[in-house]
Structures are given as C-alpha cells and as structure tokens.
C-alpha cells in the first residue's frame, strides 16, 4: 500500500494514492505552502462558479463522487467546538439546501492516505487506462458504504453537512489527476477555526476508534 511505502511522505504532509512519481517529485521539490484564498480565486475557466456551481448541485446525482474546495461559516458556528473553513471534500449526497461530504482535511495524513487509498477502488478505471476530468467517484447508496465496509472506516469523522447559503467562495472542482496533490497541500492560512489541527487529528482518531471525546 502506498500509505506505508511512503510513510516518510505522509508524515511531512506530502500525497498518496496512485501518483507515485507525483508524490516523489512534491517529496523532493515542495518547499512552498498554498494559500487558500488563492486557490479558491481560481483561474481555470473549466472551475464551476458560485451560481452555476449550486444550479448543478441542486440537479442531484451528477456531481456525486466530485472533490471541491471551498470557503465555508457555518450557521452553528458559536456553538461549534471547531470547524473547517476552506473544506476539501468528496460530495456523497445533495440535498435541496445543500450537501453532504467527506472532508478530507478531519483526518491526519496517514489515516488521510489510507482512506484515499481505499476511495479509488471506486473510480472506475480499467488497467492501463489513465484518469481523465471527468472521472469520479462511484458509490451506491454511498453513505450506507461507507459504513460497511472496514477499509473505508476512516469515513466517520470526516462526514460533515453544507448549506448552500453558508459557502462563501466559489467552488472549485479539483480533477482527479490532482486528488492526491490537493489531500495533501500544506497550507500557509490555518484552515481550522476553534482548534489546532493536531487537535482535531487527535479526535478524529478517537472517534475512528469509537472512544469518547
């Protein structure tokens, strides 16, 4: 499993999952940190905007399995112990109002990089075959998965709900040949509100392991 071949990489916060040459060369090369804000300001034309981005969702099942960043203040939040504000997530239900999807960024890296492993058994692509944009996820009844299978276990404290009146960006749609590099981008601005992320990695692992917080 590439989560252990490159337990070094993980630990620094650098990619897993298929792009193994990817990974080596961020490994070797990286010294920078991403700034959210500039990510969410995009310049790829093919990026879904705010308004088109919300029409689409409210279609339903299209945008299924699709990673997307984005700038989140969460209706709860003076009660909320912490909090995400620049969500990477995998969306796994859309309702009217909004959406449901795992955020990657609850989970540490190695547990990140396990649970990404896991997630691309279900991009369905045949041997030799390379990725393209529109590739995604594919899940039946994706929440109902995820709590059956033991590999995707990883899936519990990343689940986390969206209203649509609450994103205060742009949503931008990361491609698959870019998963493992967007898991795994170290970034400059603290996305966590409320909490450290070593804090939060902390439960995250508790709750994984069922215990109390």
């Known amino acids: 499993m590439v989560a252990y071949i490159f337990q070094r990489l993980l630990e620094e916060g650098g990619p897993s999952g298929k792009n193994v040459l990817d990974a080596r060369d961020w490994f070797r090369g990286n010294t920078t940190r991403a700034r959210p804000q500039q990510i969410l300001k995009g310049n790829d034309p093919k990026q879904h905007a705010l308004p088109r981005f919300k029409r689409v969702l409210r279609q339903g099942r299209f945008e299924w399995g699709r990673m997307i960043m984005f700038q989140y203040d969460p209706k709860t939040k003076d009660t909320l ?10 969306i796994i239900e859309v309702t009217r109002d909004g959406f449901m ?4 960024h609850y989970l540490p890296p190695v547990l990140r990089a396990r649970m990404m492993d896991a997630l691309w058994d279900y991009v369905p692509l045949q041997e030799g075959e390379t990725l393209k944009e529109t590739d995604k996820l594919q899940m039946m009844q994706p929440y109902r998965l995820l709590q059956r299978i033991r590999k995707l276990r990883w899936y519990k404290p990343c689940i986390k709900r969206y209203l649509n009146n609450h994103v205060q960006s742009r949503f931008v749609t990361v491609y698959p040949e870019e998963w493992n590099m967007a898991l795994f981008l170290p970034m400059q601005t603290k996305t966590f509100i409320g909490a450290s992320q070593n804090q939060v990695w902390r439960e995250s692992r508790q709750i994984v392991r069922g215990q109390k917080i």
């Open 101 to 104: 999807g795992l955020n990657m």
């Open 81 to 90: 112990p912490y909090y995400d504000k620049f969500p990477l997530i995998f």
